[in-house]
């Protein structure tokens, strides 16, 4: 019967040189098992932005309704609806015949008074030495007085009523009150305008530059100033960035300009009011779009890249970190937001903590390993790919 002890010997060398090996490509534990490498990066603190996402309503810089202020026939259009038309541009023709007279008419009446005035005058002027000679009653010239002064009030008011019929002739040709884009005529040549009519004749709008209406919740706004008072935060820009309704980002940044001192009862928000440059006519009012601005800026937030992140089953968030004598911990986290590529971290973690963020895949906790900086190359899961070729 052959001997089994070549055997054992033989099992023996074998095993002695898969330990030589493992120790060769990496350091070992006690029971010759491989060290695993992991990654790592040292937890630091950084300033960083409070980002807000917010619903807003574009709303045009600046919209005048055009209006008749006098009554008559219009007569033309002078407009195309949904061009570009500027201030003191005619747009609408009003007859005229009408005001035209009445300007005639004030303007006889004028030149009526000036006489009347000038004969007045004259008299009182005849007057007053035979009133000093006493050839004359002293109240016949102080008769002739008053009248030449009432003489020259109606010159006052006639010349009152012939501007007046001149403004209202010049209003027979309505003009563009503001520049802007012009919408549709909603009074067409025959129709009879008035001054007192509750509807526009069409309106005008200036949407270069535009405003930009955010709505933020009150107790939202209320806790930012709250941390703002108490140095948690410090301000942050003003400028702000636009997303449109179908996902794209708008090319020109704004401008966030105030905010209202009101809440509104009904949605219990406060209304903020940022300024955007629209040369090109891309918004227009009533879109809807996401307003992206950094209200604030938290000065020493903990930043741990994402991939170091996991969850358990409730959905708490825990981290593997580098302990004493290089053994991993398992530590619970609390995660407020992500900037950039990175978890804001507010509690769990201190600065100076080492977080490790490659070789998570079989890591467990109170498992040796041998940290490398996370930049370094790194031979993740070495050991357990040896081990399944000597197999």
Known sequence: MPSKRPTRLTGALCAML???GACANGDADKGGRQIPEVGYVTVATAAVPITSELGGRTVAFETSEVRPQVTGLIRKRLFTEGGY????QPLFQIDASLYRAAVAEAEANLASAKASAAGAEEKAKRYEPLAKMQAIAEQDYTDALAAARVARAAVAQNAAALETARINLRYTTIAAPISGRIGRSL????????ATQADPLAVVQRLDPIYVDIQQ????LTALRRSLANGSTQPGSTAVRLRLEDGSDYALPGAVEFSEVTVNEATGTVTLRARFPNPDGVLLPGMFVTALFEQAVEPDAMLVPQPAVQRDFDGSAFVYVVGKDNKAQ?????????????WVVSSGLKPGERVITQGLGNLRSGAAVKPVPAASAQKVGVAGGEAAKDE
């Open 85 to 88: 038309v500027r201030a003191g």
């Open 330 to 342: 398992r530590r619970k986290i609390v995660t407020e937001r992500t900037a950039g590529a990175n």
């Open 18 to 20: 898969l330990t030589l």
């Open 187 to 194: 009074a067409t040549p025959g129709a009879l305008v008035s």
């Open 217 to 220: 919740s009150a107790s939202e």
